[in-house]
């Protein structure tokens, strides 16, 4: 299930939420600032990680490819 952020308009608290994106719009309309009570949010969108199930270090790997495990100019 996808992981959806929200960032606060007004003070700029980030929501986490994981969802179906059926139920998505549902889940936006009823979100609430905890920190200020605001209704009004804009959606953050974060870069996903990618891991190989097989490998059994999680680092990086600090060699090979165009930008050395980095995100090249991201």
Known sequence: M??????CV?????????SSYDKKQ????????ENCSSKEFTQ????I???DSKSES?????TGG???GGMCGL
């Not at 549902?26 to 600032?33: A, F, G, K, N």
């Open 26 to 33: 549902e889940m936006v309309s009823s979100l609430q600032c």
């Open 49 to 51: 990680a990618l891991t």
């Open 10 to 18: 007004d003070c700029g608290e980030i929501i986490e939420f994981r």
């Open 58 to 62: 999680s680092t990086p790997p600090t």
């Open 2 to 7: 996808p992981l959806y952020e929200y960032k």
């Open 66 to 68: 165009c930008c050395s």
């Open 44 to 47: 953050v969108f974060s870069g």
